[in-house]
């Protein structure tokens, strides 16, 4: 696979051989030797970690991956989030969201803040989550 990076707004590093991994919940991509950093954690929603987000392209690089039939990440279990989505998901907001650490826990996962809703998008999420596991349960389906 071969693709171009740009470093923090230098001249294009040209990138070749790259390869993709899975690792739990992302695909973890080695963008070769001239390429810092090198290795990239892309998330299962299109968004690698570092500071490029979905313009990153080592989320070019999974896409070629899975299109080539390459083995997908696996899907974290309902309401646990691994990464904060790439947008906001009360319906009807859909704005951008941002890490929030002070929100993150072992069972919820990424803890994000609305840039429109703040805490409480967050929060009325996790409350939804929460009815949707209740609903689920007394029908006896397992999250």
Known sequence: ???TIKQHLVAPVHVSDSSVFVNGYFYIVDLGDPVR??????A???ECICALGRNCPAVDEVRKYLADGG?????PPFGFYP???AKCPIKGCG???RYDASLSSRNRGAGWQCS???TNHYWQHRGWIMSM???LAAQGKNI
């Open 1 to 3: 696979m071969t693709t």
């Open 37 to 42: 950093p090198r290795h990239h954690h892309v």
């Open 44 to 46: 299962i929603n299109g």
């Open 71 to 75: 083995k997908r990440a696996e899907r």
């Open 83 to 85: 990464v904060h989505p």
């Open 95 to 97: 704005a951008r969201v």
């Open 116 to 118: 429109v809703g703040g």
């Open 133 to 135: 596991r209740q609903k």
